[in-house]
């Protein structure tokens, strides 16, 4: 069993920027690709980036990429995402997930295994 864990959300005005990190417990977290989700009230859970298990291929959902950076560092079992030129509509509770089975990251929430409790990102205008 993994147990997932974000850290690193908070209160920003537009414009600013915010680092999200996810710290995983497990042995096997250098095989897992992972990914990045949000949700924000009234809407469904979508995917934000991902990054196979390697950390050498990232994916990002057109709504984020060109301001977000996601990475990992599997000697720390954490895997990052950075946060540039928020806007008010990146407001939602964010999460990591794991997959154990997929050498590149899912766009897809039924992909993944494990899941983090969530950490919520509240953009001002």
């Known amino acids: 069993q993994e147990q997932l864990v974000e850290s690193g959300g908070g209160s920003v005005q537009a414009g600013g920027s915010l680092s999200l990190s996810c710290a995983a417990s497990?042995?096997?977290?250098?095989?897992?690709?992972m990914g990045w989700f949000r949700q924000a009230p009234g809407k469904e859970r979508e995917f934000v980036a991902g990054?196979?298990?390697?950390?050498?291929?990232?994916y990002y959902a057109d709504s984020v990429k060109g301001r977000s950076t996601i990475s990992r560092d599997n000697a720390k079992k954490t895997v990052y995402l950075q946060m540039n030129s928020l806007k008010p509509e990146d407001t939602a509770v964010y999460s990591c997930?794991?997959?154990?089975?997929?050498?590149?990251?899912?766009?897809?929430?039924?992909?993944?295994?494990?899941w983090g409790q969530g950490t919520q990102v509240t953009v001002s205008s």
């Open positions: 990054i196979d298990a390697s950390g050498s291929r990232t």
């Open positions: 997930a794991a997959d154990r089975h997929l050498l590149l990251p899912s766009r897809s929430i039924s992909a993944y295994d494990y």
């Open positions: 497990g042995r096997a977290f250098s095989t897992y690709a």
